[in-house]
């Protein structure tokens, strides 16, 4: 390129000459990216339900549609800061791999908060988005339960509903040990892995309880919304099945020779 060409100098312009360096990697860009990664996930997971609603799509249609746009979500952004802040984007996940030793107690309630924050920033901007009529159809895409109704042979209350949420996060977090925790994982494919994973719980779960697999998906819609019917569940489930699918790899699966992963720039022990 000329060298007389405009160019933005992006290199002089960068963080690193206004704020410290370990300041940058240790918390604010992994905070920022936790943010990011649950912003995306409410404002296309929930935001599909409400389009679905709007569009009249069928009972079908609706659900792969959700799935998909929760699946490609949290895959793609995993795929686009995974390496900034390890891609939690769930404090299921944070909780089950601070249970497992990969991250430190504060860095762990700090990512949790930026999680929240992402969500509920989401939320509000779905809300000025969607007229009320739609949000009220939809319910704002707050995950909740199936109950008995007359006729419908889906008999799904709170005992089943988190079972379900137990399992479903299970296979989440089992599946982001495999292939982004454990050193002899196939990293490559993590980003899919991921997605995929969401995608299919979904599919199973989402007309059952919403297959929410993460807390944070469930408070922003429901802060914003002020839908909070069950949401003891959409804690207590996602992160049971995280810590169980944490002990699983971290305890058992992955042998002591082979040791863990260095942690990821944001990610520390202490």
């Known amino acids: 390129m ?4 405009m160019m933005v100098p992006a290199r002089e312009l960068n963080a690193e000459g206004f704020l410290p360096a370990d300041l940058l990697a240790n918390w604010i860009r992994p905070l920022i990216a936790e943010m990011i990664g649950p912003f995306a996930l409410v404002f296309i997971g929930a935001g599909a339900i409400m389009t679905a609603t709007g ?4 009972d079908g249609g609706t659900l792969v549609a959700v799935a998909l746009a929760h699946g490609l979500a949290i895959g793609l952004m995993v795929a686009a800061a995974g390496h ?3 891609g939690h984007y769930n404090p299921a996940v944070t909780v089950a791999l601070w249970a497992g030793g990969k991250i430190g107690l504060i860095k762990a309630v700090a990512y949790i908060i930026a999680q929240l924050a992402g969500a509920v920033v989401a939320a509000m901007l779905l809300r000025y988005i969607y007229p009320e009529a739609i949000r009220d159809a939809a319910n704002f895409g707050v995950p909740g339960i199936k109950y008995v109704q007359e006729g419908d ?4 209350g709170r005992a089943r509903g988190f079972m379900i949420e137990v399992v479903a996060t299970f296979f989440l977090v089992y599946v982001i040990h495999g292939v982004a925790v454990d050193p002899r994982g196939a990293h490559a494919v993590a980003p899919l892995a991921i997605g995929l994973t969401i995608t ?3 599919f199973m779960a989402g007309p059952l309880t919403g297959a ?4 944070a998906r469930h408070f922003g819609p429901a802060l914003v919304h002020g839908e909070w019917k069950d949401a003891w569940l959409y804690w207590a489930g996602p992160i049971t099945g995280g810590v169980l699918a ?7 699966f992955i042998p002591k020779s082979v040791g863990f992963p260095e942690p990821m720039p944001g990610e520390h022990y202490t």
């Open 2 to 5: 000329a060298d007389n060409d």
């Open 55 to 58: 569009q009249h799509f069928s």
């Open 84 to 86: 900034i802040s390890g």
């Open 153 to 156: 042979p889906l008999v799904i």
């Open 200 to 202: 299919m719980d979904i």
């Open 212 to 215: 929410a697999m993460n807390p």
């Open 246 to 252: 944490s002990i699983v790899h971290n305890y058992i």
